[in-house]
């Protein structure tokens, strides 16, 4: 009787895992500016010349796949703590008598107010494909604290970054491109 048991419990259990219907989706949604039509000089060479004269660092590249990611790191100061911009108070209690005749009590307080900043990581992501049909732009930002615990993350494949990029890929003339 055990063993049937046995047989039916991961059966039974295996019921409970449930895959999603739906793929992630980023949001907010990348810009329409984000997808151009590949045009006879866009290679993946330019896009790579492109990102390193912004500042970015490239990652990794695939060149069957005409993907290049790279990324970018600045300190900045990180301003969203909520509760921990509260005033901040503490004290101590320290005495007793210990069985002994004297006793005495001594009582300290001390507190702080001020704007509560930390300094933090901002990374900044970029994915490019240069394909037959066209290019796209992927960016996304996150921050993370003195800790390196990650603050904030999100899609930032905005129109103003996608136009500049292709502006700068476009600048870079086919025979300046490694």
Known sequence: MRAWLLLLLP???????VTPTTLPVA?????AECRWPAGP???????????EAQGFLVRHTDAPLGLVSAER????FYHGHGDERLPRFGGF??????????SGVMLGIGGGIGP????ATRIERVSVVVGEPQ????????IFDWRGELRESRSASDAAFCREL????????????P
């Open 41 to 51: 000089g866009d290679s993946l060479a330019r896009a790579v010349t492109a990102l």
């Open 11 to 17: 059966a039974a259990l295996a019921g409970c895992q």
């Open 93 to 102: 209690v320290l005495g007793g008598s210990g069985g002994h005749i004297s």
């Open 27 to 31: 949001e907010p949604a990348p810009a």
């Open 73 to 76: 790191a600045r300190k900045t």
């Open 135 to 142: 290019v796209q732009v992927s960016r996304d930002i996150r």
């Open 116 to 119: 509560v900043t930390d300094e």
């Open 166 to 177: 292709r502006d700068a890929i476009e600048a870079v003339p086919a025979q300046e491109a």
